[in-house]
């Protein structure tokens, strides 16, 4: 306790002999008790409750009390609203300036500011201003004061100070003659106003005029003002007055307050006479001022901020930036004109700043506690265990403030209705597993302490009931159709077991050609797969085909291996490790190839910790808004923001120390929620719930942005709130967490959700799992209302799978087909046909013989057991131009191949007349002429070598001679029509026979041939 005096002025009266005598006595304020305490309601809000006493024998005074509190035994001192003290509350009338004497209480929300315990908090209140000035002029020192004006002087009968008679142009000023650095003071005084008269009442109020004015002035001695002035006018300063008159060019009424400097209010053209100061800040006051009542002021000056109390209200209270603080004097003035009143002030005291000495303060020390247990649960393992099974658990609490308390033990089941609470007097408790318990999937153990002031700490773990899903490939099989459709469709078959039948599953199918060595086998004409091959596939026997001819045409073999796989991914991920973090409200989580990066709500700064220390080792400020989650790309940290702040996503580059805004709207104003990245592109994930979209933005090209939507996210349970990207592989793509307690995977390539899982998350609040990152390893997601980080298993790499081997063709059988010539055949012939046939799996199966005629109706097909036929032409064939003869044989997979070949038509006469026989008729001269004209019918060439004539002549006398011509001669000429080389049409001249008269001449044709060989005998 302290004891702080200052000169005060007061009047007694003695009455000695016969004399009046003035006496002088000090004024004492102390602090007369401080303490503290934490209430333990157990309302997660630690509120310190903090109460002193100020006591003073100047009852009506008030005095600027501070606070100060230290964890460290007095080495520290932080005062109040800075630091880790600053959430303060009810400290209006308490803390600052204007406090009252009396019992004073206020709190302090301790776990806002600071997680931190101990036994020896200190507080400490004091008052850390000096008193300059307290007068209630009972008496008057002219030595302090600078008095000026035709009036100014102490009424010694009233105790008071008259600044103006209630007469016509007075005025008078006291000024404080100590020099101040007029930046943090509080003023106090009381004044007074008795109604006087207007020389002029015409629009001016009646009651009198002008007003006081508070001053603060450049000089202690400024030229005198007249009445509207107030005294402001000529200081160089400012002043706050209470103007009683409505002077017309710059008052609004005849009663009001107004903060005024030392500058001309208006126009002076427009107002040359009413040289007002100018007011930065107006009230008005609804009562009247010229009312013969006391009234009280407190002005508070702490640059830039200005408040004035008046009779308890607050009229003027702001920011005046242009206020400047000087070094100059304090005073009181007032004035009248043609209108006057009596105007007096008392109890005149000013309070200024002792540059933070506590001259007056008392402290008191007391345990505090803000931060939550320590506990670390010894988890039973991953073992399956059975109804009656005993689980024993254990545990371990870590307090400053806990006394072997009862512990919470909340047991709950994933997957079944499974959920109770056992409050345990000890450390460890022995489950005994109950038959409810064995349909679950999972069962968590949350074990919960409570120290003395009312802080709650946790750890959980988790393990089987039941047996863990289990899955398994059974059997694949697989063969080719034999249909005889041209198509080698090839049915792959398997069966998918799992002890979750309704779990889904990622199968994949592969395919070699060389019995296992090599599986590059493409096979991208699958069909008839949907639910059977990819994504959400159950447990079930599956069947689909393959159009091996589509994408392996002319391929054949017996080693075929079809693999038919699925991934093992974790179905209840396993926390490895856990680290508490810096604060509180933790959401964006990234990993920058060394340490991890977590943003903070409650602080709005982003924190760096290196591996499971749980202590920053630096931190960036980047706001308080509601930033979500962070990734790391090339020493830039990028988060995004959502809620009701703008959606867009920024960055913030470690080796500048800048913030850049990176997309604007690229989240459609749905918010930034989840970011991650691959190194070369951010994906973000927009929006809430079942509106989610996750967007892949290019950044390479910043800042003209490429942004995909790549995902589709369709269902609450299956948001991200926060997401990672872990590469490629049945582990890979993005995966996401949700404050719901899910985490998904979806696959970059495809968009589609491949597996969704359960993770522990706080058994308390709303808000759960939000950051999510990926350290190359594990993942690590964060709680905000655990404010932990877990590391997690979420994945393996073992593949289960089956295989099965069968022979598979697509290639046709070659054939070769021996033509038998190029002679032409009649009716009657035999056609000796024989081929060979070359496949892996053919049997010398029956091959097919199709012959057909072009130019004729002739068609037949035969089966053949062989691979030769001796074929007798039939006489239907001898109208056929050509005659086609196709082989064909089809191997075990149906596959078919064959070889053909064409023959000469059947002979067709040739066709014969006679042009001119003879020409101009026979006469018993030389060069008979005889011309004829052949036309083949199958437009084959005639052969006219190969053509025959014979001339018979019966001569008169009884005699005969036979000539036989062939090929050109004197005698024979052939000429092609219409022109060679084609030559089916041909002019035939016989020509150079001598006849006698009387001769009988007979002239034949007697065989010819056409190119094909066909020979043609007229009949």
Not at 430 to 450: E, I, K, L, Q, Y
Not at 755 to 776: K, M, N, Q
Request: glycine residues 8%.
């Amino acid at each position: 306790m302290g004891i702080l005096s200052r000169k005060f002025f007061f009047i007694v009266f003695l009455f000695v002999a016969g004399g009046l005598v003035f006496a002088q006595d000090t004024c004492s304020v102390s602090i007369d008790s401080v303490w503290f305490s934490e209430e333990t309601d157990c309302n997660d809000s630690n509120i310190v409750e903090i109460c002193y006493i100020l006591s003073s024998d100047c009852p009506d005074s008030e005095f600027t009390v501070s606070v100060s509190m230290n964890a460290d035994s007095g080495l520290t001192w932080v005062s109040a609203g800075e630091g880790w003290f600053s959430t303060l509350t009810d400290t209006a009338g308490d803390l600052g300036a204007a406090v009252d004497t009396g019992l004073h209480c206020f709190n302090w929300i301790m776990n806002e500011d600071t997680t931190a315990e101990g036994r020896e908090w200190e507080v400490e209140v004091g008052v850390g201003w000096a008193v300059a000035l307290i007068d209630s002029f009972s008496t008057l020192d002219t030595t302090i004061y600078q008095i000026n004006g035709n009036d100014g002087y102490l009424d010694s009968d009233s105790g008071y100070f008259v600044l103006t008679q209630n007469a016509h142009y007075r005025n008078g000023r006291l000024i404080f003659n100590e020099l101040f650095l007029l930046d943090t003071m509080t003023i106090e005084f009381d004044f007074k106003m008795l109604a006087g008269s207007c020389t002029d009442t015409t629009g001016l109020d009646s009651t009198g005029g002008d007003g006081i004015c508070l001053i603060f002035s450049h000089t202690i001695n400024p030229t005198l003002a007249t009445g509207h002035q107030l005294g402001v006018r000529n200081t160089g300063g400012w002043g706050i007055e209470f103007d009683n008159l409505n002077n017309d060019c710059c008052d609004s009424s005849g009663n009001h307050t107004a903060l005024t400097i030392d500058q001309n209010c208006s126009d002076p053209s427009s107002c040359t006479f009413y040289d007002q100061p100018l007011a930065l800040a107006y009230s008005e006051i609804t009562n009247e001022l010229v009312d013969s009542n006391w009234h009280h002021v407190v002005v508070g000056w702490n640059y830039p901020h200005c408040s004035m109390q008046f009779d308890g209200d607050v009229l003027i209270d702001g920011d005046f930036p242009s206020l400047i603080p000087f070094e100059g004097y304090i005073g009181l003035s007032a004035s009248t004109g043609a209108c006057y009143s009596e105007q007096i002030i008392d109890n005149f005291s000013i309070y200024t700043n002792s540059t933070g000495i506590f001259e007056i303060a008392d402290t008191a020390t007391a345990p505090l506690d803000s931060r939550s247990p320590e506990v670390h649960l010894l988890c039973p393992g991953d073992s399956v265990v059975s109804a009656g099974d005993i689980v024993h658990l254990e545990w371990s609490v870590v307090d400053t403030f806990w006394n072997d308390d009862p512990c919470s033990l909340h047991i709950y089941g994933i997957g079944c209705l499974y959920d109770t609470t056992i409050i345990v007097p000890d450390t460890s408790y022995d489950w005994v597993v109950p038959s409810a318990a064995t349909g679950c999937d999972t069962v968590w153990f949350v074990v919960t302490a409570r120290d003395s002031f009312c802080n709650w700490g946790s750890d959980s773990c988790a393990m089987m009931i039941e047996e863990a899903c289990s899955v398994s490939i059974d059997s694949v099989w697989f063969s080719e159709e034999t249909d005889c459709n041209d198509s080698n469709i090839v049915q792959i078959c398997y069966i998918l077991s799992s002890t979750c039948p309704e779990s889904l599953f990622n199968v994949s199918v592969r395919m070699s050609g060389d019995g296992g060595e090599t599986w590059t086998v493409p096979l991208d004409s699958l069909w008839d797969a949907e639910g059977d091959i990819g994504e959400g596939v159950l447990p079930d026997t599956h069947c689909f085909f393959w159009e091996m001819g589509y994408d392996l045409p002319d391929t054949e073999g017996y080693d075929w291996m079809v693999k038919v796989e699925v991934p093992i991914v974790a179905e209840t991920f396993e926390i490895l490790d856990s680290t508490a973090t810096h604060g509180y409200n933790g959401t964006g989580l990234a990993f920058d190839g060394e340490y991890y990066w977590s943003y903070e709500q409650n602080t709005g700064r982003i924190y760096k910790y290196a591996y499971l220390t749980g202590i920053p080792i630096d931190t960036i400020y980047i706001g308080a808004w509601y930033n979500t989650d962070l990734a790391y790309i090339d020493s830039c940290l990028y988060y995004g923001r959502t809620g009701t702040y703008p959606h867009d996503v920024y960055r913030y580059n470690l080796r500048t120390s800048t913030t850049e805004l990176v997309c604007d709207g690229c989240c459609n104003g749905v918010g930034a929620q989840g970011l991650a990245t691959d190194g070369d592109y951010l994906f973000v994930t927009t929006g809430l719930a079942a509106t989610q979209n996750i967007i892949r933005i290019d950044i390479s090209s910043y800042p003209t942005l490429t942004i995909d939507t790549i995902i589709t996210v369709l269902a609450d349970t299956l948001c991200c709130d926060g997401i990672a990207y872990t590469g490629e592989g049945p582990c890979g793509g993005i995966w996401g967490v949700n404050d719901r307690g899910y985490m998904v995977q979806y696959s970059l390539e495809t968009g589609l959700l491949q597996s969704i899982h359960r993770v522990p998350r706080a058994p308390f609040g709303s808000t759960g799992v939000e950051g999510l990152c990926y350290d190359g390893e594990y993942l690590w997601y964060v709680d905000t209302d655990l404010d932990k980080m877990y590391q997690i298993d979420f994945c393996t790499s073992e593949d289960l799978f089956y295989s099965a081997i069968a022979p598979l063709d697509s290639r046709p059988p070659s054939v070769h087909l021996l033509c038998p010539g190029d002679s032409a055949i009649s009716a009657g012939d035999i056609v000796h046909l024989e081929w060979s046939v070359i496949d892996t799996f053919w049997n010398d199966d029956p091959c097919s013989l199709h012959i057909y005629g072009i130019g004729c109706s002739y068609d037949t097909t035969i089966i053949v057991p062989d691979t030769f036929y001796d074929w007798v032409v039939p006489s239907a064939a001898a109208e056929c131009d050509t005659l086609w003869f196709v082989v064909s044989a089809r191997d075990s997979f149906c596959n078919w191949g064959s070889d053909s070949c064409a023959i000469p038509p059947v002979c067709r006469p040739i066709e014969a007349q006679i042009l001119c026989a003879p020409c101009g008729g026979f006469t018993g001269c030389y060069n008979q002429t005889v011309l004829w004209q052949f036309t083949d019918l199958n437009s084959i060439n005639i052969d006219t070598s190969r053509t025959y004539f014979s001339v018979l002549i019966n001569h008169a006398s009884g005699t005969a001679d036979t000539i036989h011509l062939t090929g050109d001669s004197d005698s024979l000429s052939f000429e092609c029509v219409p022109s060679p080389p084609e030559c089916y049409q041909v002019e035939v001249t016989l020509s150079g026979f001598e006849f006698e008269s009387g001769d009988s001449v007979w002239v034949t044709i007697d065989s010819l041939y056409n190119e094909a060989g066909c020979l043609t005998i007229p009949e």
